[in-house]
């Protein structure tokens, strides 16, 4: 394993020849729109021109990927200056799983694999037969258009089936990966009331079996407004299912005998129909219910898929996800670009740490999505994919979850693969999208994002005005696609216009502290709400794990600001590798290699060895939960996170209570 050694954010690790920026969809895209706005002529200008003409730049990529609709909109966007309050193509009519099923034909579309080496795929063909059973099912069952439909299920292709046909009658999908303890099911659904639960017997991951029949029957008993409950096998190919009511087999069995058409009925909405409701991580109470458009998730995935990524139907499409992960949505909306989804159920370590490179060499991965979290771990493990896989098919490799480091830049290039495109990529659960995210055109730096992305006003507010080389609040300050319709339940949008436009006046406020570089490129220093503070000085948390990623001891990391003698001190906590003792030496090290690469304010007051970091239930460290347990103040809401044990290494601590 190879590491360079250098510093330099913005330099140039990675660029597309000509020949693949000739054919890359973007330029096509700018190709077909030219000769109408001649003031397009490269990507640059295209993003200006999109985020000026919005109502030009989203009927343009409705057009161009040819959206399928059974009544064109009156017109692309009515109240333009109202945020929130703008409505986009009103008047038209499409629906969702209509155009994720328009490839009718034996091209693959999903691939499956489980962690012990099992393998399914199915056709666009099978693919659109198994939607119209389920879909069959649910119109027998009673299901209609605007019930809520749950799911409690692994990343497989029945859980894709199931949210296909709910979205074909225009019932309202919502999901939870099975890791997801009762509680937190609960508190996700009791809120939405479904009216059926799917639902997986259980699930592997590292080796182990783990039981959800139980679970989903607890959910049941508690959620009055479920009247259908299906199970379908992961674990057992004949669950004992009790008193629920269906297994996936007597969907295909229902379907079969019972109705001789083939054929899918597809409920026709308006743009702005609710799709599916998804979650905040609800650490500081119950998790918000943020429901997301059938039109909006469909027209910014395409641009996403088709731009961002240049997907087309010879792309294997894969990220590692669960379905409670916003990434999930994402990832099926591919479907609408005819490649092909991969999915992977299962531990990325397990039974091997190379698996998922393995996996991308044998089924021939051409877009990998992954987490930062997750590329730093195959960098301290000193995996070396690229003396191992033949991984000439991969072209793109997707990050998210948290900050890319530099340093996972250099570990992609150097021990990956080096004619690849690196796409750190930010936006979220709230948006079901991205507000920054890659480009196929444009080089890679060292530290950077690519782009903003297109139609998308972003901006980086320093009190309250733009600005270009500095810190300060990641915006969007003009209407898009893919806003929220709001949070369900709540009539009056308080909570929501709380949420997004409280910071200021109708601009989008994304809670990142981040920065627009000279180069046009983004970085993302954190979450705003954890920005450290010490001597009235604003340091992101990602500028100092940045660092401390470098020092090879040192697995994860998390900081907080801890309130101390009227100032703030920065305290770093760390875990380390087994075996590592934290003694002067190693804290000395750590220091070091902060205080070269930033400054003197971003040293670390404390340093603490941890053996845990608590997380939400989509992976993400949670420092506002370690802050407040230092603080003695309480955690509102500790069943939002994956392992609410872990705060208990952080309570009461002696080091915290001396100079």
């Not at 605007?146 to 799911?151: F, Q, Y």
């Not at 991969?342 to 089924?363: D, I, T």
């Not at 009235?536 to 990602?542: L, M, P, Q, S, W």
């Not at 003698?565 to 760390?574: G, P, Q």
Request: aromatic share 10%.
């Amino acid at each position: 394993m190879t590491t360079p050694q250098t510093d330099s954010i913005g330099e140039v690790l990675w660029q597309p020849d000509q020949l693949a920026i000739d054919n890359a969809n973007i330029s096509l895209f700018i190709n077909n729109i030219s000769g109408l706005y001649k003031e397009v002529s490269d990507y640059d200008s295209l993003y200006q021109w999109s985020v000026k003409n919005p109502e030009l730049f989203w009927q343009e990529t409705w057009s161009q990927f040819e959206v399928i609709f059974s009544q064109p909109a009156t017109s692309v966007l009515q109240n333009p200056q109202a945020m929130p309050g703008a409505r986009w193509f009103p008047g038209a009519k499409l629906n969702y799983a209509e155009n994720m099923l328009r490839f009718n034909d034996e091209t693959t579309a999903i691939i499956f694999r489980q962690e012990s080496g099992e393998e399914r795929r199915l056709s666009y063909r099978a693919l659109r037969m198994e939607v119209a059973r389920y879909a069959y099912w649910l119109r027998q069952n009673g299901v209609r258009k605007g019930d809520r439909v749950g799911a409690y299920m692994a990343n497989m292709p029945e859980t894709i089936i199931a949210f296909l046909a709910t979205a074909s009658i225009g019932a309202i999908w919502s999901s939870c990966s099975p890791d997801f303890g009762v509680k937190g099911v609960m508190e996700r659904f009791v809120q939405i009331e479904p009216k059926v639960l799917f639902t997986i017997d259980g699930y592997h991951y590292n080796g182990k079996s783990h039981d959800v029949i139980s679970s989903a029957a607890q959910v049941v008993e508690q959620i009055q407004s479920i009247e259908k409950i299906v199970v379908v096998p992961l674990l057992d190919s004949q669950p004992d299912i009790g008193r629920l009511a269906a297994t996936g087999r007597d969907i295909v069995l229902s379907y079969n005998i019972k109705n001789n058409s083939q054929d899918i009925e597809f409920e026709q909405l308006s743009f702005d129909y609710p799709l599916y409701i998804l979650y905040s991580s609800g650490t500081t109470g119950a998790p918000k219910c943020i429901v997301h458009s059938a039109g909006g998730s469909l027209l910014q995935h395409l641009k996403e898929h088709r731009l961002h990524c240049d997907v087309g139907r010879e792309d294997k499409l894969f990220y590692f996800t669960t379905c409670g992960w916003m990434m999930w949505n994402w990832l099926v909306s591919g479907l609408a670009s005819g490649c092909t989804l991969v999915l992977y159920e299962g531990s990325p370590f397990f039974p091997r740490r190379r698996s998922l490179w393995q996996f991308a060499e044998e089924v021939g991965i051409t877009v990998f999505g992954t987490s930062a979290r997750y590329l730093a771990a195959c960098s301290k493990a000193r995996l070396v994919p690229a003396g191992e896989y033949d991984l000439s098919k991969l072209r793109a490799i997707l990050s998210t979850g948290s900050p890319l480091a530099p340093e996972s830049f250099d570990y992609v290039y150097s021990n990956v693969k080096k004619d690849v495109m690196l796409s750190s990529i930010s936006g979220g659960t709230d948006i079901v999208s991205c507000f920054v995210l890659g480009n196929p055109t444009r080089p890679v730096r060292r530290g950077e994002i690519q782009c903003r992305g297109l139609g998308m006003a972003v901006d980086v507010f320093v009190d309250g005005q733009s600005a270009v080389g500095r810190r300060g609040e990641l915006v969007c300050t003009r209407p898009f696609p893919s806003m929220p319709i709001g949070f369900w339940g709540e009539p009056d949008d308080s909570r929501y216009i709380d949420a997004y436009f409280s910071r200021f006046d109708q601009v989008w406020a994304q809670g990142d502290y981040a920065e627009i570089t000279q180069n046009d490129g983004v970085i993302i220093y954190g979450r705003s709400d954890a920005v450290l503070n010490p001597g009235g000085v604003r340091i992101g948390t990602a500028e100092i794990y940045r660092q401390v990623e470098k020092v090879d001891a040192v697995l994860e990391s998390i900081c907080i600001g801890q309130i101390w003698s009227n100032d703030v001190r920065i305290v770093l906590f760390v875990i380390l590798r087994d075996g590592v003792e934290l003694d002067a030496s190693l804290k000395a090290e750590i220091r070091k290699v902060i205080k070269e690469n930033t400054t003197s304010r971003h040293l670390p007051k404390k340093i603490i060895a941890v053996p845990d970091i608590p997380r939400t239930l989509s992976g993400k460290i949670v420092e506002l939960a370690v802050r407040n347990i230092v603080h003695g103040d309480p955690v509102k809401n500790t069943d939002a996170l994956a392992n609410p044990e872990a705060l208990e290494h952080f309570r009461d601590l002696p080091e915290l209570q001396e100079n």
